[in-house]
């Protein structure tokens, strides 16, 4: 299973970003081979519908589970239509979320937020 | 003549300068481009009431004509655009209706339907045509009815008060591209002059020829008139902080429709402006 998790720096040890559509990197985890991937996230600078951007990517990798802090419903639709499923991500790691997914003891992200669209997130 | 009045946040006054200004003419257009909050119309209750629907093209793709070639997607600067399990999902509210999707697909697969986002009504109070620009609620951008709101209007040698959106973002810049000269209003505090700061900067930006107008003055120290002091910005006019102007403005009556005092402050600062905008033409030219 590929797992997906937007990140601040290209490292397992380094935390959740807790932005998703203008997430620095992506770190693409590949939970058969237990390979890691770090991509640099082309919408971060986006002036605008970074999430749908960096949701296209995400399906277009073949992901089947994303762990992120939270979703934008912009970036939740694409990713639901790609069957991709969005697990809230815990304090810690990179490296503790993929154990903690994989352990079940991640739960899917029930609050989707209306997306900032160009305004400042908190 | 065309003039904008603009102010880098909300609540300076623009409102009361641009109706006063229209209102004190012998003759003029008023044109309410704050489509997301307009307001100029409570003061000018126009009657002969004629209204126009703004609308703007949405994209949207026939499945059977499709390819999945991304071409579109690729292209969409706004990432309006994702294509998702074989199907192009279109999300209108981060389109920006440029309408490159539908001429750059090779399929030509891509359509696009009328979708309504304003409306536009233009009356008559007095000697003032009034032009009113109102932005559905949820529509995320107003550009587009500005451009329409500016080519609405009829004679380009009328007088024309633009009352712009506050700010200074791609809504305010649209509002006075065609603007002959600005009146920037800025109030007596430092975060007025800071406001104000952003506004010069715009009006310097694209090469208006401009001033400011010292609204709710009080006695004492005004940094936004420092601001003017220390950046050559010419002063046009001041307005006091007056109860009995608030009293006015509360009541959405016309000040100079009511009031002796403030229907020669506003000739005056009118004479002034058409002066300044009359020198910075011949200037230029």
């Known amino acids: 299973m590929r797992i997906a998790i937007p990140m601040n720096d290209k490292n397992l040890d380094a935390e959740v970003c807790p932005s998703f559509g203008r997430a620095p990197y992506f770190l693409f985890y590949n939970s058969v081979t237990k390979e890691s991937e770090f991509l640099d996230n082309a ?16 399906a277009d990798y073949g992901v089947k589970a994303l762990i992120a802090p939270r979703c934008g419903e912009n970036a939740e639709k694409v990713l639901s239509n790609a069957e991709v499923l969005i697990y809230q991500s815990i304090p810690g790691s990179a490296q503790e979320n993929i154990e903690a997914l994989l352990a079940e003891r991640l739960h899917l992200l029930t609050e989707i937020h209306p997306g900032f669209h160009g305004k400042q997130g908190v | 003549m065309k003039i904008a009045v603009l102010s880098g946040k909300g609540g300076t ?14 003759k003029a257009v008023y044109i309410d481009c704050d489509v997301e909050e307009p307001n100029g119309y409570l003061f000018f209750k126009p009657t002969s009431i004629d209204t126009k629907k703004v609308t703007v093209q949405m994209p949207y793709a026939k499945a059977e004509l499709c390819n999945g070639c991304r071409k579109c997607v690729n292209f969409c600067k706004f990432n309006a655009l994702a294509y998702i399990a074989n199907q192009l999902i279109v999300f209108d509210k981060v389109c ?4 490159g999707c539908a001429l750059l697909c090779p399929k030509k697969a891509i359509f696009e339907k009328e979708k309504e986002i304003a409306e536009i009504q233009k009356g008559v109070s007095g000697n003032v045509t009034v032009i009113t620009g109102i932005l559905k609620v949820g529509e995320l951008s107003g550009v587009p009815v500005i451009k329409m709101l500016l080519d609405v209007q009829d004679a380009d040698n009328e007088l024309t008060l633009i009352d712009c959106p506050p700010g200074s973002a791609c809504i305010v810049m649209e509002s006075i591209q065609d603007a002959d000269y ?35 003055c009080l006695d004492g120290q005004n940094p936004s008139e420092e601001l003017c002091r220390q950046e050559d910005i010419k002063i046009l006019g001041e307005i006091p902080y007056d109860e009995v102007l608030g ?36 200037v230029n030219s």
């Open chain 1, 43 to 58: 919408a971060a600078a986006s002036q605008g519908g970074a999430g749908v951007r960096a949701a296209q990517v995400i």
């Open chain 2, 13 to 26: 006054g623009k409102t009361l300068v641009s109706v006063n200004l229209a209102a004190v003419a012998d």
């Open chain 2, 96 to 99: 920006h209706s440029c309408g």
């Open chain 2, 182 to 216: 600005c009146i920037l209003v800025a109030e007596p505090t430092l975060f007025g002059a800071h406001n104000l700061k952003m506004v010069h900067e715009l009006a310097t930006l694209f090469h208006k020829p401009h001033g400011v107008v010292l609204n709710k």
């Open chain 2, 247 to 282: 009293l006015l403005n509360s009541k959405a009556l016309i000040a100079v429709r009511e009031n002796d005092k403030y229907n020669k402050l506003f000739d005056s600062l009118l004479q002034t402006v058409i002066k300044e905008a009359q020198h910075e033409t011949v």
